[in-house]
Protein backbone atom coordinates (compact mmCIF):
# COMPACT_ATOMS: atom_id res chain seq x y z
CA UNK A 1 0.00 0.00 0.00
CA UNK A 2 1.50 3.22 -1.31
CA UNK A 3 0.85 6.47 0.91
CA UNK A 4 0.91 9.13 -1.80
CA UNK A 5 1.12 11.91 0.40
CA UNK A 6 4.26 11.14 1.86
CA UNK A 7 7.53 11.48 -0.75
CA UNK A 8 8.70 8.47 -1.03
CA UNK A 9 10.49 8.07 -4.20
CA UNK A 10 13.54 6.50 -2.70
CA UNK A 11 11.35 3.83 -2.18
CA UNK A 12 9.93 3.64 -5.87
CA UNK A 13 12.60 1.17 -7.31
CA UNK A 14 11.75 -1.66 -4.71
CA UNK A 15 9.56 -3.86 -5.18
CA UNK A 16 8.30 -3.61 -2.07
CA UNK A 17 8.65 -0.60 0.66
CA UNK A 18 10.39 -1.51 3.82
CA UNK A 19 7.48 -0.29 6.10
CA UNK A 20 5.07 -3.22 3.85
CA UNK A 21 8.31 -6.08 4.26
CA UNK A 22 8.33 -4.98 8.36
CA UNK A 23 5.13 -5.12 8.83
CA UNK A 24 4.24 -8.35 6.98
CA UNK A 25 7.12 -9.77 9.01
CA UNK A 26 6.25 -8.22 12.34
CA UNK A 27 10.12 -6.52 12.80
CA UNK A 28 10.69 -4.31 15.95
CA UNK A 29 11.73 -0.72 15.32
CA UNK A 30 15.34 -1.70 15.19
CA UNK A 31 14.89 -4.22 12.70
CA UNK A 32 13.04 -1.76 10.33
CA UNK A 33 15.02 0.68 10.85
CA UNK A 34 17.88 -1.68 9.55
CA UNK A 35 15.92 -2.85 6.02
CA UNK A 36 14.56 0.94 5.44
CA UNK A 37 18.64 2.24 5.43
CA UNK A 38 19.92 -0.81 3.80
CA UNK A 39 16.76 -0.89 0.97
CA UNK A 40 16.72 2.91 0.62
CA UNK A 41 20.67 4.12 0.60
CA UNK A 42 22.06 3.81 -3.59
CA UNK A 43 18.61 6.25 -3.69
CA UNK A 44 18.47 8.44 -1.32
CA UNK A 45 21.49 9.28 0.89
CA UNK A 46 24.32 6.78 0.28
CA UNK A 47 27.17 6.01 2.71
CA UNK A 48 25.10 8.44 5.73
CA UNK A 49 21.91 5.87 5.37
CA UNK A 50 24.59 2.85 5.57
CA UNK A 51 25.92 4.51 8.68
CA UNK A 52 22.47 4.81 9.89
CA UNK A 53 21.89 0.99 9.47
CA UNK A 54 24.98 -0.02 10.81
CA UNK A 55 23.75 2.32 14.48
CA UNK A 56 20.29 0.62 14.34
CA UNK A 57 22.14 -2.73 14.02
CA UNK A 58 24.82 -2.10 16.58
CA UNK A 59 21.71 -1.45 19.15
CA UNK A 60 20.13 -3.98 18.06
CA UNK A 61 22.93 -6.61 19.02
CA UNK A 62 23.56 -4.66 22.29
CA UNK A 63 19.83 -5.79 23.23
CA UNK A 64 20.16 -8.92 22.17
CA UNK A 65 23.26 -9.64 23.91
CA UNK A 66 22.21 -8.32 27.23
CA UNK A 67 18.82 -10.76 26.79
CA UNK A 68 20.69 -13.69 26.26
CA UNK A 69 22.85 -12.19 29.42
CA UNK A 70 19.40 -12.16 31.16
CA UNK A 71 18.48 -15.72 30.48
Sequence with gaps: MKN????KEHYAK???EPLDYAEANNLD???FSI?????????????V???K????LDRLIAREERNAYDR
Design 53 to 56: ARWY
Design 4 to 7: EEVD
Design 35 to 47: IKYVSRWRFKNGI
Design 49 to 51: DLK
Design 29 to 31: ILE
Design 14 to 16: LSI
